[in-house]
């Protein structure tokens, strides 16, 4: 009764054994490959600054209102560094 025990635990040892070797070695090939990818990946960033919604503009009769939701616009809005755009010809 002893000897198929001990067979059977020397095949349990062995197989975990041989799984943990596997694992281990899929484990650096993927590793190995992601820093090779990241050698050959190109990562472009966006040069064109993106759009930030910094205030809203109200007309009351005459008057045209501005309502700043960014602090930091003000400055360029006294110092005149805005574009007008009209939306309704571009599309």
Known sequence: M????????A???YL???RN???KSMVSLYESKFEEWK???TIEEDKEPTKELAGL???????VEIELLNKD????L???KFEIKNLKDEN
């Open 57 to 63: 503009v109200f007309k009351r009769g005459y008057k």
């Open 16 to 18: 975990i054994y041989t």
């Open 39 to 41: 050698k050959h990946i």
């Open 2 to 9: 002893l000897i198929p025990f001990g067979i059977l635990l």
């Open 73 to 76: 616009v003000k400055s360029n």
């Open 21 to 23: 070797n596997f694992e």
């Open 11 to 13: 095949l349990v040892i």
């Open 78 to 80: 006294e110092r005149g």
